[in-house]
């Protein structure tokens, strides 16, 4: 939807530090030749790193993410993705 692709916008001007480190590998097929997006929708989520030619998606999840009511949302999320 449009209001997913605006979020996922926002959040590649946004990137973390360690998102910008990992981009900076994955970015222009540098792995393997694999063609990565970053924070790319992906059904009613968004992936912090998606390569649908081998189907794998890499979240970086920071400390935000450790609190207990994140933990049942991101376990969902990661079942669903």
């Known amino acids: 939807t449009e209001q997913l692709a605006k979020i996922a916008r926002r959040l590649r001007r946004r990137q973390t530090e360690e998102e910008r480190k990992l981009w900076a590998r994955l970015r222009d097929r540098r792995l393997n030749g694999l063609k990565f997006r970053r924070q790319a929708p992906c059904g009613p989520f968004i992936a912090d790193f998606l390569c649908e030619q081998v189907r794998l998606i890499i979240e ?3 400390s935000q993410h450790a609190r ?3 933990a049942r949302a991101d376990e969902e999320r990661s079942q669903a993705l």
């Open 60 to 62: 970086l999840d920071g």
């Open 68 to 70: 207990e009511e994140h």
